[in-house]
Structure formats: C-alpha cells, structure tokens
C-alpha cells in the first residue's frame, strides 16, 4: 500500500443570519436545525416556497428557522448561522422539518423530542430530513411507518429502529409524519407538498423556475450510478450491482449472481470488469466494507455482530480487509469518527477503492489545525 500523506483541511468561518422576520402566511413552515445540518439542503427547500410566493397573488408561506442548540448553528460546510432559539413560544405550523446530517445518529436532546411530540399532537406535520430521522425516529413517531433516510445510513437507521419500516426512496408522505432522504430530495418534496396544496400546474411551474425536471417521485431510487457512470453501463451489470447491494449480510456467490441473471459466469465477469473496473467479488467485499464502516459510527453493534452484518464469516477476516482500506482498526475508527473531525471525510469511494487494489492508492489523512 503506499505510504500515506497528510493533507491538512481548514473550515470557513463565514456566518450568514439566515432567520428571515416574516408576517405569517396560509401555510407556515418552521425549520429546525441542529449542528452540522446540510445547509444546502434548507436552502433548496426554502427556494421552492419563496418562488411559490413568487408566483401566487398573495403570499401562501411564511417560514421561520430555529434550533434547540442556540442561536449560531455550524452546518456541515463549516459556515455558522445565526437562527431563532426554538422553544415553546415558536409559532403554530403545519410543517415541522427536522434537518441534520453528520454526527446526528448520535444526537440527543429531550426538549427537541418533547417539541416534536407535543407539535405531533397539535397536528403539525413533521418531517425528518437526511439524518434529522434519526431525531424523528427517537421521539417514537415513525413506529410502524415507513420512512427513509440517505443512503448511506440506511443499514445503520434500520439497525437502529426495528420497529420503522425502513425503505430506500426520495421521501416518504404520511398525513401526519414524513421523512426525506436529504440533498436535492428536498425540492422534490417540497414540490410534491405544494402540488397537494396548489397542484400540479402550479408545482410544475416552480420546477420550471429552479431547472427542476423532471420532479421525481417518493419511490425513485436515490442512486443510479454506484460510483459509474450508468449512460454507458449494461443493464446487466446495473442488475449485478443490485444484486450485490441487497445481499450484503449473505453475500451471493458469482455462480449464483450469473444464474439469477440468466447468464454465463464468464460473460458477467468479462462485463463487469470491463464496466465497473474491478470484478464482481472485489465490487462486493466495497459494498461489505462500506456497509461495516456506517454501522461502525451509526450503531451500537459489537464489532463482532458488525462483521456478521456486513457478509464476513471471521473476525480476523474483517479487520485484516477493513484496515487494509481504511488504514486503521474497526476499534480505532469508531473512537475516532465524527467527534474528532468537524468536516468528516469519506474515504470509501469505488475510485479510492480501485486505486487501493491497482496499488495506486495515496490516501490522505485528515488533521485538523
């Protein structure tokens, strides 16, 4: 493997008042962040309503945005932004969004939870966006739905809370509790929120303004490319690819994929390699890797259950593959993930991956300064 280089990563220190004063609309809408929130994220979904605005003869939203965490909240991008301090005296809202990402499967805060349950009742809509689930989910209001999160935590979120019906898509829509998987799904959902209240002339031509096309469905799948691209990929290796994904704990065998597919286990191999870059075993022990690694900092799962989820039949198997990667021990990394790093990298990427086999790899270490 080759030898590491220290690259050393610096945080912007800009801070923005993203807190508008506004009268109160027809529908109003109140975001709650906590720290390292996508602010990516809020600002699309707060785009659609104000061009809905735009639009309208009158205002149809009012928003505001607070956080339980004080008034300076750090999004995920290291820019600080000043917000309402949310308690009580917040507005009543039809929509309650609930915004985190890094570090949020392990935030916890009572007066957030007793908020969220209280709004429930008063029959607000509430929504978890990206990691803003897991806040949702401890609060015990998606019991028995079904509900989403980004991809990436999806195994974690599902180990988690066995009692949500936990499913990949865009977001999901209940008449009382949503969850949206994060990034650009946000506009999606906002769209689709806006089509029930104004339709489906009037969301299609917000999307028209914010080159939005075409609006995706709460089903749509949230990755198409698996690190490749897919203009180029035979379905064949697409399916492949699935086949992997979804059988992470019982890892299917080639023979087996071949079959499931109706062909040769030559002709998948030689597609595969040709498509993906690496074969189909070397793809699946990514995915397993990837997989151990989000349970690792999402969960609570002994290292030994982690390695079972992830497909690997030995311990000493999984952390001689998991520190050949990721240059450390599974121990080692969940002491030091993300606590240690304000800006987490995420160094599991398929290009990282075949650099690695091809022995191409110079990973970069993250420090702080």
């Given at each position: 493997m080759a030898k590491n280089r220290t690259k050393t990563r610096r945080l912007m220190t800009v801070e923005i008042d993203i807190s508008p004063k506004?009268?109160?609309?027809?529908?109003?809408?109140?975001?709650?962040?906590?720290p390292r929130f996508n602010i990516t994220t809020l600002i699309t979904m707060i785009e659609a309503m104000r061009i809905a605005n735009y639009l309208a003869p009158a205002p149809i939203f009012s928003w505001e945005i607070a956080s339980f965490d004080g008034k300076k909240i750090t999004a995920s991008n290291g820019m600080t932004t000043t917000v309402e301090v949310a308690d009580d005296t917040l507005r009543p809202a039809e929509f309650a969004f609930v915004l985190g990402s890094w570090g949020t499967?392990?935030?916890s805060n009572k007066y957030l939870i007793a908020w969220l349950r209280k709004r429930t009742r008063a029959g607000t809509r509430i929504c978890g966006v990206e990691l803003g689930c897991y806040i949702v989910a401890r609060a015990g209001l998606l019991d028995g739905k079904p509900a989403t999160i980004h991809w990436s935590w999806l195994n974690g979120f599902r180990e988690t809370f066995?009692?949500?019906?936990?499913?990949?898509?865009?977001?999901?829509l209940d008449s009382k509790v949503m969850t949206c998987a994060g990034g650009l799904a946000g506009v999606d959902l906002m769209l689709r929120l806006i089509e029930e209240l104004q339709g489906s002339s009037f969301s299609g031509e917000i999307a028209d303004q914010m080159l939005h096309h075409p609006i995706r469905n709460a089903t749509t799948p949230q990755r198409s490319t698996m690190g490749r691209s897919t203009e180029t990929m035979l379905p064949l290796v697409r399916e492949a690819m699935t086949l992997i994904e979804n059988n992470i704990e019982e890892p299917l065998t080639v023979p087996e994929i071949a079959n499931l597919l109706d062909v040769s286990q030559r002709q998948l191999e030689r597609?595969?390699?040709?498509?993906?870059?690496?074969?189909?075993?070397?793809?699946?022990?990514l995915r397993r890797l990837q997989n151990a690694r989000?349970?690792?900092?999402?969960?609570?799962?002994?290292?030994?259950?982690?390695?079972?989820?992830s497909g690997f039949n030995t311990l000493s198997h999984f952390?001689?593959?998991?520190?050949?990667?990721?240059?450390?021990?599974?121990?080692?990394?969940?002491?030091?993930?993300?606590?240690?790093?304000?800006?987490?990298s995420w160094p599991g990427s398929l290009s990282?991956?075949?650099?690695?086999?091809?022995?191409?790899s110079d990973k970069t270490q993250v420090v702080r300064v």
């Open positions: 506004m009268t109160p609309a027809q529908v109003h809408a109140v975001f709650i962040i906590v499967e392990h935030y066995d009692r949500v019906d936990v499913r990949e898509g865009l977001f999901t597609q595969f390699k040709k498509h993906v870059g690496c074969t189909v075993v070397q793809f699946g022990l989000l349970l690792l900092i999402s969960t609570q799962l002994s290292i030994r259950q982690i390695a079972t989820a952390a001689y593959s998991f520190g050949k990667f990721f240059d450390r021990r599974p121990s080692d990394y969940r002491e030091a993930w993300p606590e240690n790093e304000p800006a987490p990282d991956f075949l650099n690695t086999l091809n022995g191409k």
